[in-house]
């Protein structure tokens, strides 16, 4: 699971999280993002949503795109649905399925009144033990959301700075983990005549493991003390959303970056 596309994947949730940030009324939205190491394209995400009487359903997949093909088939599809309470979705299930050569890796997760109820794993490799592994606690399954929820941002009358404001704690898989914002500064967007244009809400992005991790792992403290990940909000007003349109993401061997291409309101 380690191969040249392994980070897309949790770029493309932390990117279309959120997208179920709409409201209660019955609505649908399609993003179609496109991602790139250094300028090179190398995938493709399209998320959709769906929202009716309360309720909520998202899907989407990503894949290796352009010259990034030749390194790898990698294809990830992901699905997630739950209900709206007090303005704020509340996670029912989850599901994720990941693809590479002969890789196969399949994760479902269930939730109820925030808590992480069942968790079921299939591979075509069985999961590695590791020493340095910290334990997920009883604790740690409580008030939790999968990644496709996490970032759940109604606009809800804020504004400005405080559209940033925000910390999704995520489970996925068997790792546990924070995501938080905050304000950087404002921008436009020029998406183009197919695609959103206008202000955009610029919001730091830092990675907190809690449990599941491996606390040895080289990757694991470059990413909790990466200040350089950022993503740009999109205040949809007509739906009283916000969407991600831009993010960007500094590793080791150079800066990842995705970028809506088409929005599409239904």
Known sequence: ??????????????LVAALLA??????????????SLMGIPFGEVV????????????????????????????RIA???????????PEARHYWRRWREEDDDETVSLDFSAGRLTDHH????????????????????KKGVLDPITALVMPIAGRSGQALCDNRAPIFEDQQ?????????????????????????????????PIAGHRSGKKTVAEMAANT??????????????????????????????????RVYIN
């Not at 909520?56 to 093909?69: F, M, S, V």
């Not at 590695?128 to 606690?137: F, G, N, S, T």
């Not at 990940?229 to 990842?256: F, H, N, Q, R, S």
Request: hydrophobic share 40%.
């Open 1 to 14: 699971m380690h191969k040249t596309f392994r980070p897309l994947p949790a770029l493309c949730l932390a």
């Open 22 to 35: 709409a409201p209660a009324e019955a609505g649908s939205l399609t993003v179609r993002y496109g991602a």
């Open 47 to 74: 998320a959709n949503l769906h929202m009716e009487d309360n309720t909520y359903r998202a899907d989407g997949r990503a894949k290796a795109t352009g010259i990034t093909r030749v390194f790898s088939d990698a």
């Open 78 to 88: 992901f699905n997630a649905d739950g209900v709206m309470k007090n303005g704020a």
């Open 121 to 140: 794993r299939e591979g075509s490799k069985p999961e590695k033990e590791y020493a340095d592994r910290v334990p997920v606690r009883e604790a740690d």
């Open 176 to 208: 546990r983990f924070d995501l938080t914002m905050r304000f950087l500064r404002t921008e436009r967007f020029s998406g183009g005549r197919k695609n959103y244009s206008g202000p955009a809400v610029v919001c730091q992005v830092r990675y907190t």
């Open 228 to 261: 350089g990940m950022e993503v740009w909000l999109a205040p949809i007003e007509e739906l009283g959303l916000l969407v991600p349109v831009k993010a960007k993401v500094p590793t080791t061997i150079g800066v990842i970056e995705a970028e809506a291409e």
